[in-house]
């Protein structure tokens, strides 16, 4: 059975920092991944998707990757900003499955001024 | 519309009462899920939709739970004899429709369900 990983479960840092978030999966054999972040009292929005074809993705300050024979991920955030502070998920395919994500339970990150 | 609308935000119920839930996704999406999120942990699968085709039903937790969705458009989570264990915001997603593993999907804001 899939399961999703997520750590550290809180972080919580300075204005400024470089930060990592990890995510691994028990069964390795994960073809693509997605990143989200999800604000208090809202849904998700997708942040990064990388595809079977990728190993990485980039967008502004994040840069997310998988390596896909060890069914981890990493997310990078560089130059924390306050308006970072949110919950960081990430999602990908159950085994098997082409249309059902598994997701972690998440990375709370709080970036202090 | 603009992105995936749900209601009501929040519901609050007695036990064993019936609750119906309303997904609004982006027009022009084939694909629709509702997930289930419990506090402090992750999403948990519901139910997907795909166009025309037989909904894939298998994150179902009980009989109790059931989903319909018309056509390309709106769907209803429905719980019948509600219980506790339910209480959780349900999250209603909708996507282009090449499958959720490859293609980015768009959530709601949820529906913060209580019951009493």
């Known amino acids: 059975k899939q399961e999703v990983t997520q750590i550290p479960a809180a972080l919580s840092v300075p204005e400024g920092e470089n930060l990592v978030l990890n995510c691994s999966f028990t069964d390795s054999a994960i073809y693509n991944l997605q990143w989200f972040r999800q604000d208090p009292g809202k849904g998700l929005t997708s942040l990064l998707l990388?595809?079977?074809?990728?190993r990485e993705q980039t967008s502004g300050r994040l840069n997310a990757s998988l390596d896909k024979s060890s069914g981890r991920s990493t997310l990078y955030i560089a130059a924390s900003q306050p308006g970072d502070s949110a919950t960081y998920l990430c999602?990908?395919?159950?085994?098997?499955?082409?249309?059902?994500?598994?997701f972690g339970a998440g990375t709370r990150l709080a970036v202090h001024p | 519309g603009a992105g995936v609308s749900q209601s009501p935000s929040n519901k609050v119920t007695e036990k064993g009462k019936d609750v119906e839930l309303r997904c609004d996704p982006i027009?022009?999406?084939?694909?629709l899920y509702w997930y289930r999120q419990r506090l402090g942990q992750g999403l948990e699968f519901l139910i997907y939709?795909?166009?025309?085709?037989?909904?894939?039903k298998s994150g179902l937790p009980s009989d109790r739970f059931s989903a319909e969705r018309t056509g390309e458009s709106v769907s209803t989570l429905t719980i019948q004899r509600t219980q506790q264990e339910d209480s959780a915001v349900y999250l209603c997603a909708s996507s282009l429709g090449q499958g959720a593993t490859n293609e980015k999907l768009f959530f709601g804001s949820g529906t913060q369900l209580s019951v009493l």
């Open positions: 939709f795909q166009g025309n085709s037989a909904p894939d």
């Open positions: 027009s022009g999406h084939t694909a």
């Open positions: 999602a990908g395919p159950v085994s098997g499955g082409y249309n059902k994500l598994i």
């Open positions: 990388i595809q079977s074809s990728q």
